[in-house]
């Protein structure tokens, strides 16, 4: 199966901080990719849908100036935490669709705040 | 997207079959099920896909009885490596994000 590669896989940063996720397609083109959140013990929550070259479309109650999202080329999305606090700690994982509508999740990047 | 529930949770002993039944009672006609695995400080895995009847792979097996409302998905012998989350899905085969559920806690004991 395809891909999908997430960098750093955990990061521990200090309170007021930004942290930069990188989530890259490895064999393949990504139309759409898509960014998730997932506390201990509960499900995976999508954050935001981004599609190459244009802005990402946020779920309701994620704060756009707060998750950055770039989606410069079919193969690379990146998510940037922005001032990052205590409670911004999660396991972060992204996923990338390609032309045939599969779609193939990344490993998850594990973000602690101190 | 169609909302699904599943079992919080399911025990079960090495080499037995193991059986996930997820309701989705507002599957739309143009949804398929799917199935995700995911194992702690993992993203998740896709396991199987259908639209009805019976869908078989390498890993599992998936029933869809004719009106679609249900289906489930059986692991055959499962082993310890088996204890995971389960995930069923239910959305368009082209286009739309994924929305997950609970979810489904199986552990699988020696």
């Known amino acids: 199966g395809a891909v999908v590669s997430q960098h750093p896989s955990w990061v521990i940063c200090k309170s007021g901080t930004s942290v930069k996720i990188e989530c890259r397609s490895l064999d393949f083109q990504a139309t759409t990719m898509f960014w998730y959140r997932q506390f201990p013990k509960q499900s995976l929550m999508l954050m935001a849908t981004?599609?190459?070259?244009?802005?990402?479309?946020?779920e309701q109650g994620v704060e756009k100036d707060k998750f950055l999202i770039n989606h410069a080329s079919l193969t690379l999305s990146t998510l940037t935490v922005t001032s990052a606090h205590p409670e911004d700690s999660s396991f972060y994982i992204c996923s990338a669709r390609r032309e045939n509508n599969e779609q193939f999740f990344g490993p998850g990047t594990r973000l602690t705040v101190l | 997207l169609a909302k699904t529930t599943q079992p919080i949770s399911m025990d079960s002993y090495e080499g037995q079959e193991v059986n996930i039944t997820c309701s989705h009672n507002n599957i739309a006609t143009n949804d398929y099920i799917t199935w995700y695995q995911q194992f702690p400080s993992q993203g998740p895995r896709f396991i199987i896909q259908g639209y009805k009847t019976k869908v078989t792979n390498e890993v599992a097996s998936l029933f869809i009885p004719a009106d679609r409302k249900s289906s489930t998905l059986s692991l055959p012998r499962v082993s310890l490596s088996d204890t995971a989350v389960y995930y069923c899905?239910?959305?368009?085969?082209?286009?739309?994000?994924?929305?997950f559920g609970a979810g489904t806690t199986v552990t699988v004991r020696a």
């Open positions: 899905l239910v959305g368009p085969l082209y286009g739309g994000e994924l929305s």
């Open positions: 981004s599609n190459e070259g244009s802005k990402a479309t946020y």
